[in-house]
């Protein structure tokens, strides 16, 4: 079992930045992919980015590409993801996951634990 703890969500204006932490504890942090997903309002939850393992690779969402980072520190047990010139559009609930299988995959039913979320508005 893994648990996963978000936090760092919050209200900004947009072109703003945020950091999201996603705290891990349980089974061994460096033995999952990590994922962040999002949902807005009245929509389905969506994949934003990917980390492998070691970190050497990821994969973005095209609507944030360019503008989050993703990353991980397997010695905190801790991913991020930073959060850059932040528009009304990436308003929504943000979830950390984790998938004890291969890296790559941007489906959310892949992923075998899930955190709570945490809120990230952004105001026009």
């Known amino acids: 079992q893994v648990q996963l703890v978000e936090s760092g969500g919050g209200l900004v204006q947009a072109g703003g930045s945020l950091r999201l932490s996603c705290a891990a504890s349980?089974?061994?942090?460096?033995?999952?992919?990590m994922g962040w997903f999002r949902q807005a309002p009245g929509k389905e939850r969506e994949f934003v980015a990917t980390?492998?393992?070691?970190?050497?690779?990821?994969n973005y969402a095209h609507s944030v590409e360019g503008r989050f980072t993703i990353s991980r520190d397997n010695a905190k047990n801790t991913a991020y993801l930073q959060m850059n010139s932040l528009k009304p559009e990436d308003t929504a609930v943000y979830y950390c996951?984790?998938?004890?299988?291969?890296?790559?995959?941007?489906?959310?039913?892949?992923?075998?634990?899930w955190g709570q979320g945490t809120q990230v508005t952004v105001s026009s």
């Open positions: 996951a984790a998938r004890n299988g291969p890296f790559g995959t941007i489906t959310l039913s892949d992923y075998d634990y």
């Open positions: 349980g089974r061994t942090f460096n033995n999952n992919v």
């Open positions: 980390i492998s393992r070691s970190g050497s690779r990821i």
